[in-house]
């Protein structure tokens, strides 16, 4: 139960990144890769929460 709680913590922040990203994009010089980076961050923690849980219970 620990390592999906912990796999579903990941993949939630990851879902926050996405969200907080998609409704903070600012018109300016660098928003490009302020939403580059947290799109990356976001698409990273759900991607590391789905490979934590299947690592973890051994169905990799």
Known sequence: ???IGIGFILILIGILIL????????????????NFQGYTGGIG?????????????HLW
């Open 1 to 3: 139960m620990k390592t």
């Open 19 to 34: 969200w907080y990203t998609s409704k903070n994009s600012k018109k300016g010089v660098l928003s490009s890769i302020n």
């Open 45 to 57: 923690f759900i991607i590391w929460g789905i490979i934590y849980i299947l690592n973890n219970l």
